[in-house]
């Protein structure tokens, strides 16, 4: 569809528009985050991408999420009824850099802050940290700004660009804008799991919120052929996240393996069951009240990030399943 088409449309995942009732979907777990997507194309060109310049996705996906588009006004004010309902308690924008990506970043968000009190979270790739002043100013809570890579070597691979201007960005926002600023982080990319905790903990103790994601090969992208990380290698970076983003470990005390593989956290398996007692750590990361159902897997599983609260049960077997992966 033409830019001119889109102007005054926005993508919504289709299990957002199913919670604002703009179309009928069965969903296993419902977004409690309005998931909402601006611009064409990306000009970027990342390599796990449906959105990248060289990719043959559809143009209205998204990881595995398809993202139809819907009229910017009727998409306001369902969301501003479903936030005052209760079923969608924050808003958050997957921004493509297309023609007028910023200024079309900063009008949705300003639209929508209008319209109700929601929380706002934009995910953008911004040239300096005026372009994020500007989002702030305009309404958002908070800015993303995805690494991806746990690694300047992955970053070349999977991204190109530079990740120390990437890095030295989120630096300098996260001084300027303390506890406004967030990134997303993909495990099984190629980076080791030393690689992985080492960079969650620089980023937490700049003050960065990190979304933790699972590589998810997708039809059409450049990584398609390749496969998803193992699920145990997934859950023991998991577990590394919670302690580190919680302050209940720290990344230098982890015990790694010659491939950089981790084997331990720096404590015992008793206390380690205890820390990880709720099922909490393999839950959906990221922003409060973002569970992202089904970006990462299927709904026949296996979860790579419940979108859920765990049973009982499903945290047993989780944590069993964890510490016989590391050294006792």
């Avoid at 990306?42 to 009229?71: D, E, G, K, M, Y």
């Avoid at 006004?73 to 969301?79: C, H, I, N, R, T």
Wanted: hydrophobic fraction near 40%; charge should be negative; proline fraction near 5%.
């Amino acid at each position: 569809m033409p830019a001119s088409e889109q102007e005054n449309q926005w993508r919504v995942s289709s299990g957002t528009a199913a919670v604002l009732g703009l179309c009928s979907l069965r969903m296993e777990a419902a977004p409690t985050t309005a998931y909402l997507m601006l611009g064409e194309r990306c000009a970027r060109n990342c390599a796990f991408c449906t959105q990248a310049r060289a990719s043959h996705a559809h143009a209205a996906a998204l990881s595995r999420v398809i993202w139809p588009l819907f009229p910017e006004d009727q998409v306001v004010a369902a969301l501003a009824r479903a936030h005052r309902e209760g079923s969608i308690r924050r808003a958050c924008f997957q921004v493509t850099i297309s023609r007028g990506y910023l200024e079309q970043s900063e009008r949705a968000v300003s639209t929508l802050a209008r319209a109700c009190e929601i929380p706002i979270c934009v995910s953008v790739a911004p040239r300096n940290p005026e372009d994020v002043g500007r989002l702030l100013a305009a309404g958002a809570q908070r800015v993303t700004i995805a690494l991806d890579a746990a690694c300047e070597r992955v970053y070349d691979r999977v991204k190109g660009g530079s990740w120390a201007q990437t890095l030295s960005l989120l630096t300098e926002c996260a001084a300027l804008y303390p506890g406004h600023i967030s990134t997303h982080l993909i495990v099984g990319l190629g980076e080791t799991e030393r690689e992985m905790a080492e960079i969650m903990q620089r980023l937490h103790d700049l003050g960065v919120t990190i979304g933790l994601f699972s590589f998810t090969p997708v039809a059409g992208t450049a990584l398609a052929d390749c496969s998803s990380p193992d699920l145990l290698h997934y859950r023991r970076m998991q577990a590394a996240h919670w302690l580190i983003t919680g302050d209940l470990a720290r990344a230098e005390a982890f015990g790694y393996n010659s491939q950089g593989q981790l084997v331990n956290y720096g404590m015992s398996p008793d206390r380690l069951r205890e820390l990880l007692a709720e099922g909490t750590a393999f839950r959906t990361s990221g922003c409060p009240d973002c569970n992202r159902p089904y970006y990462n897997e299927h709904p026949g599983g296996p979860l790579y990030n419940y979108p859920r609260p765990l049973t009982r049960q499903e945290t047993d077997r989780e944590i069993d399943a964890l510490l016989d992966t590391l050294d006792g």
